[in-house]
C-alpha cells in the first residue's frame, strides 16, 4: 500500500472519528434550508459547527462536503 493511500485513509479516519456521521447531520439539521440544505450564503452556520466540533472550518466543510451537503461551486470557495 502506498504512502498516500494510507495517509488518505489515515485522514478519512481521523475524520469520521472527530466528526461522526450521526452527530454531523444531527447538528446539521439545525441549520437546514429546505431547499438547499445548510445555508450555502451564511458562513456563520458553517463556523458555528465547526467551533461545535472544534475543528478548523476548512475541516468541516471537508466533511461536510463528503456527507453531500454542498454542490461544487460552494466548495470550490473553500479550496
Known amino acids: 500500500m502506498s504512502l498516500q493511500i494510507e495517509e488518505k485513509e489515515a485522514n478519512a479516519f481521523a475524520m469520521a472519528l472527530l466528526m461522526p456521521e450521526g452527530l454531523v447531520r444531527k447538528q446539521v439539521a439545525k441549520y437546514i434550508n429546505d431547499e438547499h440544505g445548510i ?41
Request: glycine fraction near 2%; proline fraction near 0%; hydrophobic fraction near 35%.
Open 39 to 79: 445555508d450555502q450564503e451564511n458562513d456563520e452556520n458553517i463556523k458555528k459547527l465547526a467551533d461545535l466540533f472544534q475543528v478548523s472550518e476548512q475541516l468541516m466543510l471537508i466533511r461536510l462536503s463528503q456527507l453531500g451537503y454542498f454542490e461544487s461551486i460552494y466548495k470550490k470557495k473553500y479550496k
